[in-house]
């Protein structure tokens, strides 16, 4: 019987070494493209991004500093006021009562080239005026026109019939309701009959405003001492804020029209008892902030430092060697300066 040859068993085929490095080589050919894909789409995500925050956190923080400025110099014009230093209930004291004081004196800078704001004003419901004191019956009570505008919880300030130079206010409170057509205050001032009461209210603001590590911070001379740069008194209002810029809104026509003759940074000289009439010239602020992303770039995306309508006399600098590797967005405007007296009141046709 014969036997059938037997054929040979066919080898196994499988994936060759040099298939395996093909594919190995398109697998990571893909993930560079995709990676690359990824990386340049989280770059315009965190581009966009961070231009967003920066336009958020720029109007949030000028909303606020002109919630302040609005508000300044209310209760605060009357000339036995006015550039006058005031020392409030805590000791601390406010260099110069004005309604806006552009990097005043005794106040700590923030950020190189950068300005601090003083911002003052009250809320009383008395009239800004004031009420006469017709009496002073003893050395801590006054006979006062209007004693029922007053209430325990405001703040007051007592002036006496001559306005001296230089001169020093006290910020006070009362000792009880107003009585008998009496006021009984906690801080006496002597010889203040025919004097003026100026009621502020139970929370008048003396804030100033700085940017102080990139971030625009507030300090309130009622709570703190603004004097010290300590960042305990200094409370933060926004972050990534990189610059703040001011300068006042003079009028400057003889006489004066309430309209802007000059911007620049010169804040008048308390030289003499009647120099409180160059603060009333004073009828706006042009303002400046400069926000930036959270996040640096990988690149540099900014060439230099914006600019602003104040430039030459106030420039941006942003500084820091990574200043150009941020997105920054500019804020720009100019406040009036409401309670700021007009130019037909009478009390004030001499300025």
Do not use: H
């Amino acid at each position: 019987m014969m036997r059938r040859p037997t054929l040979p068993l066919l080898r196994a085929r499988g994936v060759s070494l040099i298939e395996l490095l093909v594919g190995i080589v398109v697998a990571m050919a893909a993930v560079l493209v995709i990676m690359q894909m990824f990386r340049m789409a989280e770059g315009m995500r965190r581009s966009t991004a961070g231009g967003d925050d920066a336009q958020t956190t720029g109007a949030i923080a000028l909303s606020l500093l002109q919630r302040d400025l609005r508000q300044a110099g209310q209760g605060l014009m009357n000339p036995q006021m006015l550039g006058c230093a005031l020392t409030l209930p805590n000791t601390n004291t406010v260099p110069l009562l004005a309604p806006l004081l552009i990097n005043p004196a005794g106040i700590p800078a923030g950020d190189a080239n950068t300005d601090v704001l003083l911002v003052s004003y009250g809320a009383g419901d008395s009239s800004p005026e004031g009420s006469l004191i017709s009496a002073q019956p003893t050395a801590t009570s006054y006979a006062v026109t209007a004693p029922l505008s007053f209430q325990v919880t405001d703040r007051i300030i007592i002036t006496t019939p001559t306005r001296a130079f230089p001169c020093t206010l006290n910020l006070t409170g009362l000792t009880a309701a107003p009585a008998g057509g009496l006021i009984s205050v906690q801080t006496a001032v002597a010889s203040a009959s025919n004097g003026v009461v100026f009621n502020l209210g139970p929370a008048p603001r003396f804030i100033a405003y700085a940017v102080r590590g990139a971030r625009l911070t507030a300090c309130d001379f009622m709570a703190q001492n603004c004097t010290s740069s300590d960042a305990a008194n200094w409370t933060e209002v926004a972050d990534n804020i990189v610059s703040l810029r001011a300068l006042y809104a003079q009028d400057t026509a003889a006489p004066r029209n309430g309209r802007v003759g000059v911007y620049n940074q010169t804040t008048p000289t308390m030289s003499a008892a009647t120099s409180w009439c160059a603060l009333t010239r004073i009828v706006g602020v042009s303002l400046t902030l400069v926000a930036r992303n959270r996040q640096p770039e990988k690149d540099n995306v900014a060439a230099s430092a914006p600019t602003w309508s104040g430039q030459a006399s106030a420039p941006i600098s942003l500084g820091g060697s990574d200043a150009t590797k941020y997105r920054y967005k500019t804020f720009e405007t100019t406040i009036p300066l409401r309670n700021t007296p007009g130019a037909n009141e009478p009390a004030f046709l001499s300025c």
